[in-house]
């Protein structure tokens, strides 16, 4: 019994042996199949272990980081860069922005200074249209007088050169009294003048003074040297006589003998200001000193060639202004009325964009004609006959302007043969020249 049970248990043991390996090849067998994939559920949903793949690690080398540290710097260094060129652009537009107001602040008072321009812009073109038709009669006129009487002219010069009276010689063209019929006032002025020449004629009788002023007028005629020791007489003497205004213009006029003289442009400013003080110190002295207002005006003259309009205008009312008041004081000097005419001149060759400027910054602007300029130049020849080169010249070109081209070269031929006596002379000669070719041609 004993076998039975020992044989027994050997085959339970052998059966369950061979239970097992049946198992484990059922669920090889499986598995092969498929049969034993898992699944695994997320929050996301489900998925298989095939799905599931394992990443390999990534090993870095030790010299990544120095890699990525040269990138974050030049990252640094490129922003920075943009950063400066950020504020140089908002600079730039600063600037831009501040031209720009500065444009609209300048455009607005542009457009401040042309309102109610369009108004006298209309009136001076019908103002214009009206002068050359008056011109233009006047031209007809003077040519139907040429040719009526060719020997009689229409200035006093032509007139006192007859012995037969006319009524040139009663009143000229520019409308003032000749030379014939100066008023006792006037006779009292030129005697006034030539007493101090017939002084200086008897030197020996004159006293420190007089002598003085004989002295410096008569280096004053003379050469350049003459002139530059003239001027040297009177600074010497000026300690002494620096408060007598006929001192004080004598002393004016010959700082502007050194202005003629000199290269320098400093030393010309210096001659000019120096000048103007020594002819200002005589007006205060006697403002009733006719030369001390001339000298005075030339200079102011002088001071304004090279200036801009605006301040040319400006100064033109100060010369106009001392030469009115030397007329009204002395009313002989012919070279008072050529300046005057010169002043006229000038002002009426001014454009129509110097005039507008002129009364956009002056209420009443300077105004005047090539008539009123005549006028004076004309007033000039009838004190004293031939009295200077340019004022014949100009003479010519006030009737070249108005049309009158035969009396024009009539006075060209007078004033050709006057002699040069001065710098103006000089440039009137030049000028001269010119007109004669250009009213040869013409005629």
Same mark, same amino acid.
Request: charged share 30%.
């Given at each position: 019994?004993? !076998?039975?049970?020992?044989?027994?248990?050997?085959?339970?043991?052998?059966?369950? &042996?061979? &239970?097992?390996?049946?198992?484990?090849?059922?669920?090889?067998?499986?598995?092969?199949?498929?049969?034993?994939?898992?699944?695994?559920?997320?929050?996301?949903?489900?998925?298989?272990?095939?799905?599931?793949?394992?990443? #390999?690690?990534?090993?870095?080398?030790?010299?990544?980081?120095?890699?990525?540290?040269?990138?974050?710097?030049?990252?640094?260094?490129?922003?920075?860069?943009?950063?400066?060129?950020?504020?140089?652009?908002?600079?730039?537009?600063?600037?831009?922005?501040?031209?720009?107001?500065?444009?609209? &602040?300048?455009?607005?008072?542009?457009?401040?200074?042309?309102?109610?321009?369009?108004?006298?812009?209309?009136?001076?073109?019908?103002?214009?249209?009206?002068?050359?038709?008056?011109?233009? #009669?006047?031209?007809?006129?003077?040519?139907?007088?040429?040719?009526?009487?060719?020997?009689?002219?229409?200035?006093?010069?032509?007139?006192?050169?007859? !012995?037969?009276?006319?009524?040139?010689?009663?009143?000229?063209?520019?409308?003032?009294?000749?030379?014939?019929?100066?008023?006792?006032?006037?006779?009292?002025?030129?005697? &006034?003048?030539?007493?101090?020449?017939?002084?200086?004629?008897?030197?020996?009788?004159?006293?420190?003074?007089?002598?003085?002023?004989?002295?410096?007028?008569?280096?004053?005629?003379?050469?350049?040297?003459?002139?530059?020791?003239?001027?040297?007489?009177?600074?010497?003497?000026?300690?002494?006589?620096?408060?007598?205004?006929?001192?004080?213009?004598?002393?004016?006029?010959?700082?502007?003998?050194?202005?003629? @003289?000199?290269?320098?442009?400093?030393?010309? #400013?210096?001659?000019?200001?120096?000048?103007? #003080?020594?002819?200002?110190?005589?007006?205060?002295?006697?403002?009733?000193?006719?030369?001390?207002?001339?000298?005075?005006?030339?200079?102011?003259?002088?001071?304004?060639?090279?200036?801009?309009?605006?301040?040319?205008?400006?100064?033109?009312?100060?010369?106009?202004?001392?030469?009115?008041?030397?007329?009204?004081?002395?009313?002989?000097?012919?070279?008072?009325?050529?300046?005057?005419?010169?002043?006229?001149?000038?002002?009426?060759?001014?454009?129509?964009?110097?005039?507008?400027?002129?009364?956009?910054?002056?209420?009443?602007?300077?105004?005047?004609?090539?008539?009123?300029?005549?006028?004076?130049?004309?007033?000039?020849?009838?004190?004293?006959?031939? /009295?200077?080169?340019?004022?014949?010249?100009?003479?010519?070109?006030? /009737?070249?302007?108005?049309?009158?081209?035969?009396?024009?070269?009539?006075? @060209?031929?007078?004033?050709?043969?006057?002699?040069?006596?001065?710098?103006?002379?000089?440039?009137?000669?030049?000028?001269?020249?010119?007109?004669?070719?250009?009213?040869?041609?013409?005629?």
């Amino acid at each position: 019994m004993s !076998g039975d049970l020992s044989a027994s248990g050997s085959r339970v043991t052998l059966g369950l &042996g061979l &239970g097992a390996a049946a198992s484990l090849g059922l669920l090889y067998l499986a598995y092969s199949k498929g049969w034993g994939k898992r699944t695994c559920r997320s929050k996301q949903g489900v998925f298989t272990s095939s799905q599931v793949t394992i990443r #390999k690690p990534v090993v870095r080398s030790k010299e990544a980081p120095k890699e990525n540290t040269t990138q974050v710097s030049h990252d640094c260094s490129s922003l920075a860069e943009l950063k400066k060129q950020q504020l140089e652009i908002w600079e730039q537009l600063d600037v831009i922005l501040q031209c720009v107001r500065e444009l609209k &602040g300048e455009v607005i008072e542009l457009r401040e200074c042309l309102n109610g321009m369009t108004d006298q812009i209309v009136g001076d073109v019908r103002s214009s249209i009206q002068q050359c038709q008056k011109t233009a #009669k006047k031209k007809k006129q003077g040519f139907q007088r040429e040719r009526s009487n060719s020997a009689e002219s229409n200035s006093i010069y032509f007139g006192a050169s007859t !012995g037969n009276k006319s009524s040139a010689e009663t009143e000229s063209e520019g409308g003032y009294t000749t030379a014939n019929a100066e008023s006792d006032n006037d006779r009292e002025e030129a005697a &006034g003048q030539t007493d101090l020449a017939s002084k200086c004629q008897s030197p020996g009788n004159l006293d420190e003074f007089t002598q003085l002023l004989c002295t410096a007028d008569k280096l004053h005629d003379g050469t350049d040297e003459d002139q530059a020791k003239g001027f040297k007489l009177l600074l010497a003497n000026k300690p002494k006589y620096r408060s007598k205004p006929d001192f004080c213009w004598r002393l004016a006029r010959a700082y502007c003998d050194m202005l003629e @003289l000199s290269k320098d442009e400093m030393e010309k #400013k210096s001659f000019l200001d120096s000048g103007k #003080k020594e002819a200002e110190t005589g007006l205060k002295e006697d403002d009733t000193n006719a030369e001390c207002h001339k000298w005075y005006a030339i200079l102011c003259g002088r001071q304004a060639d090279n200036e801009t309009i605006l301040n040319r205008i400006k100064v033109g009312f100060i010369f106009k202004e001392h030469i009115d008041k030397a007329i009204d004081l002395k009313r002989n000097d012919p070279s008072l009325y050529y300046l005057l005419g010169r002043w006229c001149y000038e002002v009426a060759q001014l454009s129509w964009v110097e005039r507008k400027a002129a009364s956009t910054f002056y209420a009443t602007p300077p105004s005047s004609t090539v008539g009123e300029a005549l006028k004076n130049f004309l007033r000039a020849e009838e004190l004293k006959k031939g /009295y200077s080169k340019a004022n014949s010249v100009y003479i010519a070109k006030c /009737y070249r302007d108005l049309g009158s081209y035969t009396t024009a070269q009539h006075w @060209l031929k007078l004033a050709s043969e006057l002699p040069i006596s001065s710098k103006e002379d000089a440039e009137a000669q030049n000028e001269l020249e010119k007109m004669q070719n250009v009213l040869s041609q013409s005629s």
